[in-house]
């Protein structure tokens, strides 16, 4: 068997490495492209449900899909907030954005439109930046820029993956949302 050669040794290494001839900023965008086309097909999936299924009590994080779905968008704006203006403080992360699925589908929309517009006019500088903030139990952290917008990313196929699964206890099939084929149908 051959052995697949590593570009990057360590997390350290990071910053140097390509991915595939792909920069940081490229590779982010393409992120916030998927997140976007993601959203659409859970919130199209998800308007199939009657109020009582969507709302259902469900194990897992927030309790139940509705609470998931604001929890995804709260994290978004809050790390859009410190990305755009330093806001340091992190709100209650069970918090009830939108108590409507039409209104939470709708600022979904505006927020991945937001995500989007900013990772297209990011300049280099950018991945020179740090991020101090305040977590949700008052620790302050200061993190980088490629590890903060990793983050953003990360936080959002999370909670995503565990919609999928409460969507898979109901009558309705969730949608594909594996990136490559999403981005190579």
Request: net charge negative.
């Amino acid at each position: 068997m051959e052995k697949v050669p590593h570009h990057c040794s360590s997390l350290t290494d990071f910053d140097g490495c390509k991915l595939g001839c792909m920069d940081l900023t490229t590779h982010f965008q393409m992120l916030a492209r998927y997140n976007c086309i993601a959203s659409e097909r859970l919130f199209a999936t998800c308007a199939q449900l009657d109020d009582a299924e969507y709302r259902k009590h469900r194990a897992g994080s927030f309790g139940s899909i509705h609470g998931l779905l604001n929890h995804i968008l709260l994290g978004d704006r809050r790390w859009m907030a410190l990305f755009e203006n330093g806001d340091r403080v992190t709100p209650p992360l069970n918090q009830i954005l939108y108590d409507d699925f039409s209104g939470l589908r709708s600022a979904r929309a505006r927020e991945d439109a937001r995500i989007e517009s900013f990772f297209a006019g990011l300049d280099a500088a950018f991945w020179d930046r740090s991020f101090a903030y305040t977590n949700n139990q008052g620790r302050d952290y200061v993190e980088t820029a490629h590890v903060a917008c990793s983050h953003l990313f990360n936080h959002q196929t999370h909670h995503r993956g565990q919609v999928h699964v409460m969507l898979s206890q109901t009558s309705t099939a969730p949608p594909s949302l594996d990136l490559h084929r999403i981005l190579n149908p």
